[in-house]
């Protein structure tokens, strides 16, 4: 599953993301999903500014995600993803490892439409921009 991976960023834990029990709390991975999403997108060459300049809104409209090991105060983890393309949809594949261990934390599928000048649209324009990242 490895050499599926296209992009890849490290993310520290911070203190106020821990719950009572001192673990990052359920709800920040969701977070930490959206921010490697967002920096992958910058990376390829399209922000979420320029996706609105542009009149292209993705929307999210399913996530699965499975919590494996939990991650704690000074651990940093490292965020992954591959995308495939099913129809209309953006499949996000993620994965979020603890550098140190390397154990699985999350596994995440991240479906997601896209909105071109507030029209649902099968994706063409970011189909084209994330080209070479696609798995179909």
């Known amino acids: 599953m490895a050499e599926q991976y296209i992009f890849e960023m490290e993310i520290a834990v911070r203190d106020y993301e821990l719950d009572s029990e001192g673990i990052v709390n359920n709800a920040n991975y969701l977070h930490y999903l959206e921010y490697t999403r967002h920096e992958f997108c910058a990376s390829v060459g399209i922000s979420f500014k320029e996706m609105q300049l542009r009149g292209i809104t993705p929307v999210l409209n399913k996530v699965e995600i499975e919590y494996k090991n939990s991650l704690r105060s000074g651990d940093v983890m490292v965020s992954k993803l591959w995308i495939e393309i099913s129809g209309p949809r953006f499949l996000f594949y993620q994965d979020i490892f603890n550098k140190t261990t390397g154990l699985l934390c999350v ?15 099968r994706g063409v324009t970011l189909a084209k921009l994330f080209e070479k990242y696609l798995k179909q």
């Open 107 to 121: 596994h995440a599928i991240v479906s997601c439409v896209c909105l071109e000048n507030g029209k649902l649209s």
